[in-house]
């Protein structure tokens, strides 16, 4: 079992739609990183969080430590969004500052 | 403002071949990584560099060697490649661990024959 969890590992969505796409990880955590994978390949930076909501425009990241469960939100979806979302957690109890990765979710919007 | 930058975007190598990839960031970022991704795997750490004048084994460094040139530059170097390196090889920077913001180059897509 991954320390590292996403769910669903494919979505498919209509424009408009509200997105949800889940983390949960095995371990105690510092950190928690949402990335965003282009078709392209490149990777982006999301959010990175620690504790409670971040919100940047349309997408909103949600961390509950307790759970050890995270979800990445997504409203009003848009073509655009279509990508590979990617959660990393940054573990407290690793002996080196590495980050591990789930194995993404890959969103498509249809127009 | 490149960014993290990486060269070169393709690779294709024979086995047993050498090479080296370069990376350079002008963030002044303290932290460096070397990454791969392959497919229905998430993305694994090969070597990091917490600062200037130190690396550390990620985990899946055999088959790698690791230079931070200066605070700028980081490469990898593959001494004799084999068809289990083939994949897409990203380096990262940030400005001080794993508990800043991530910032990616382009990645370099190497196939070994």
């Known amino acids: 079992k991954n320390e590292v969890e996403q769910s669903p590992q494919n979505l498919t969505a209509q424009e408009g739609e509200f997105i949800t796409i889940n983390c949960s990880y095995s371990?105690?955590?510092?950190?928690l990183h949402w990335l965003q994978q282009h078709p392209g390949g490149g990777i982006v930076s999301l959010f990175m969080?620690?504790?409670g909501k971040k919100k940047h425009g349309r997408l909103i990241a949600t961390i509950n430590i307790q759970e050890k469960h995270s979800s990445l939100h997504i409203t009003a979806s848009h073509p655009r969004d279509s990508a590979v979302y990617i959660c990393?957690?940054?573990?407290?109890?690793?002996?080196?500052?590495?980050?591990?990765f789930g194995t993404g979710t890959r969103l498509q919007v249809f127009p | 403002n490149a960014g993290v930058t990486q060269t070169p975007k393709f690779q294709v190598l024979k086995t047993g071949q050498s090479m080296t990839l370069q990376c350079a960031q002008d963030?002044?970022?303290?932290?460096m990584y070397w990454y791969r991704q392959d497919p229905g795997m998430g993305l694994r750490l090969i070597y990091y560099?917490?600062?200037?004048?130190?690396?550390d084994k990620g985990e899946v460094p055999n088959g790698y060697n690791v230079s931070r040139l200066n605070k700028r530059e980081f490469s990898l170097r593959l001494e004799s490649a084999a068809p289990s390196q083939t994949s897409v090889y990203f380096c990262?920077?940030?400005?001080?661990?794993?508990?800043?913001?991530?910032?990616f180059g382009p990645g370099t897509r190497l196939t070994v024959t």
């Open positions: 990262a920077s940030s400005p001080r661990g794993t508990s800043y913001e991530q910032y």
């Open positions: 371990v105690g955590i510092s950190a």
């Open positions: 969080l620690s504790s």
């Open positions: 990393a957690a940054r573990g407290v109890s690793y002996n080196t500052d590495k980050l591990i």
């Open positions: 963030m002044n970022h303290n932290s």
């Open positions: 560099s917490a600062s200037e004048g130190t690396t």
